[in-house]
């Protein structure tokens, strides 16, 4: 039983760390130009950046076969540089799972940016400060408790993505299967004491890192 849960237990982690990274550091830059660059192109691309949160995610995964496929430049490309395509590969569930955390990890950092008083950013502004200082001096200390709840949101969402990791990674054990589409396999082969143990251990994992982060928040 270890050796089956083993596996999709550890490339969910790796996928879900990766994807959050991924994730984040497109996040907070795009919740700082939300916040500081209001206009209707910003409000637009806001807007794009929620399609993953309200689309099925069978349809996102639908688009990023089309984006990452060989009949699209960016599949085409990736497969001259590196020698194999993208699809199928934990690669892809990565880029998956980055997709599907975003909204959430973007919504709580803007909340948190927009939060903060404009005196402040203002008053730093005329002691000379440029817009890079003001951010990581003043917008992130202040808006730390939206930063790290975005980066959690974002990896649980990372660590349980099913719909559009089994469109572009598929299901091939020992390879692309994370714990999520283990589950699902097991529950479709009716092996359900295998299922009952992977999602007490998926759910124990991820109730785990909430509660770890709550804690360390309020200690803070």
């Given at each position: 039983m270890i050796d089956l849960i083993g596996f999709p237990l550890f490339l969910s982690l790796q996928v879900a760390v990766i994807a959050t990274g991924i994730a984040f550091a497109v996040g907070v830059v795009f919740a700082w130009l939300v916040t500081v660059h209001k206009n209707k192109w910003t409000e637009l691309l806001s807007l794009l950046m929620m399609l993953p949160l309200v689309l099925p995610p069978t349809v996102v995964g639908y688009y990023l076969l089309l984006t990452l496929g060989t009949n699209s430049w960016i599949g085409r490309t990736a497969e001259r540089i590196t020698g194999s395509t993208i699809l199928f590969t934990w690669q892809a569930a990565v880029i998956a799972a980055s997709i599907a955390a975003l909204p959430l990890i973007i919504r709580p950092m803007q909340a948190a940016f927009e939060s903060i008083h404009k005196g402040s950013l203002e008053a730093a502004q005329l002691d000379g400060a440029n817009q890079w200082q003001i951010f990581y001096k003043i917008m992130v200390p202040l808006a730390y408790r939206g930063i790290i709840a975005g980066i959690v949101l974002g990896f649980a969402r990372a660590m349980g993505e099913f719909g559009a990791t089994i469109?572009?990674?598929?299901?091939?054990p020992g390879r692309t299967q994370t714990?999520?589409?283990?589950?699902?396999d097991a529950v479709q082969a009716n092996r359900m004491e295998e299922a009952h143990i992977m999602?007490?251990?998926l759910s124990i994992t991820t109730i785990s890192i909430l509660l770890l982060t709550t804690m360390v928040l309020k200690a803070k």
């Open positions: 469109m572009v990674a598929g299901n091939i714990l999520s589409i283990a589950i699902y999602v007490l251990v």
